[in-house]
């Protein structure tokens, strides 16, 4: 055979020989996969067939030892640890991973489920006393996360019942807005028209806390509660809040809490939720008073939450709430510190229970003021640094002349009783008519929105060039507009509950529109 035979046929092996090792390289490849996937498969059979983990509830570990107590499907059981596991990560309440052995091998998290009840009281630094369903007391210790002192009376937590163990604090939003305590910076100089009201609360409030030891001596005992009623938007929340702001400034400087409740706001209209509500209310209120802090609860619109039992026109849930606030009432009693203050458009329609004396023991009617208290309402709401229109100010006359001339305009037309403050005719219950005028329905509110509707007015005039300044005619457009939406308003309600609200204590049968 000749050279290039030989040499063909030597090339034909090299390139049989290279191509076996590339198949030979891609068998490899191909049995390293395989190899791996039959490694990952006898892994997750391992793991399938592996005993499964039980969870366990930490209690206390034994580092010495290596063991840990633990609740096992409600047993308290002492189990050995692993040799990874960091006893002191752990923390009282979190689950621990066990395995078939009873070995703890793994930390955990903390159970997110639970029942909820609520905070009677605080026992130590690791226990608490707390209300579930139906009123069911349990004392169970705290979860690790629990023990910083953050609770309070009345909070909601979460909780695993079997093991005896709070888990979580739950912030329920509605409950702590309602719970959130407010020091008001409203003071009795801020209240015009009212001053004999606020002689009978200061009497029957400030007394006691100004001179404990007097009462003491004579062998009484401070109210319990007040009750201010009257017709709408003549000073009652104002008058609470300035009882809390005077209340900090007799007890050193320690600030008055101030825990203002709705009434419509407290209703809720599942089996339950408004009661559990008042307990918190209140237990926030013992809570806030143990340091020593005076506490003011200001029920606003009590008629709405509290109302007369038995008479058809009180809800299947406001008659059980009525008792739930009368046992929170007694339980105030031997709490100093703790004022209940009421505040109520329609006093005839709470219940009798709540107003008798050992409750709300004072009841201070707020009605409508006269003239004089008119003007000093306006002089609350208008000063000298109100800037006035020039021609308000006669010559030799002071601001505090011209501003009170400006007033008397205003008051001579809102007291004046002719055609042009008439506003409607109610035919009473006996038959007889009564023409009703603007003075009749006069309140701190109504001044307020005159005197807010009358700067609104001039800062109008003044950007389209009329002038500068307040001026009476400001006032009086003010008034001509609050006397419409009287009219619009009375025509539009009840005509006996429109009586009530407004303070008229004449029954009326019906409204009647004035012809134009």
Known sequence: MSDDFHATRIEEMQRLVVSLEA??????????????????????????????????????????????????????MRLAVAPD??????????????????????????????????????????????????GQEHLLMLAGPLRHG?????????????????LEKIVRSDVEQLLTPETPDTTYDDIGGLDAQIR?????????????????????????????????????TLIAKAVANSLSGRTSGVKTYFLSIKGPELLNKFVGETERHIRAIFARARSLAAGNIPVVIFFDEMEALFRTRGTGISSDVETMIVPQLLAEMDGVEALDNVIIIGASNRADMIDPAVLRPGRLDVRIRVDRPDRAGARDIFLKH???????????????????????????????????????????????????????????????????????????????????????????KHLLAGVKEEMGESIELAVSSSPDDWARTIGLREEIASIVALEA
Do not use: C
């Open 23 to 76: 198949k030979n390289e891609r068998l490899a490849q191909a049995l390293s996969q395989v190899r791996g996937q039959l490694v990952k498969v006898q892994s997750q059979l391992l793991e399938v067939n592996r005993p499964p983990l039980t969870m366990a509830v930490f209690v206390s570990a034994d580092v010495p030892l290596r063991q840990i107590e633990a609740i096992v499907n409600g047993r308290r």
């Open 85 to 134: 596991l960091d006893l002191y990560s752990l923390s009282y309440g979190q689950w621990v991973r066990v395995d078939d052995k009873m070995v703890a091998v793994a930390a955990d998290g903390f159970s997110r489920s639970g029942s909820i009840v609520s905070i009677l009281e605080l026992v130590g630094d690791d226990r608490v006393l707390v209300a579930g369903e139906a």
């Open 150 to 166: 953050n609770l309070r009376l009345g909070d909601a937590l979460m909780v695993d019942l079997r093991s005896g163990i709070a």
């Open 200 to 236: 009978q609360v200061r009497d029957a409030i400030e007394l006691p806390f100004s001179h404990p030891e007097l009462y003491r001596e004579y062998g009484l005992r401070p109210p319990k509660g007040i009750l201010l009623y009257g017709p709408p938007g003549s000073g009652k």
């Open 382 to 472: 208008l000063n000298t640094d109100v800037p006035l229109r020039d021609d308000e100010i006669s010559v030799g006359m002071t601001l505090g002349q011209a501003l009170g001339n400006m007033i008397d305009q205003a008051l001579d037309v809102l007291f004046r009783e002719d055609e042009t403050t008439a506003l409607f005719d109610v035919v009473l219950a006996s038959g007889r008519t009564k023409r009703i005028h603007l003075g009749d329905i006069v309140s701190g509110a109504m001044i307020a929105g005159i005197v807010e509707r009358a700067k609104k007015h001039a800062i109008k005039e003044s950007l389209t060039g009329g002038g500068y300044g307040l001026s009476a």
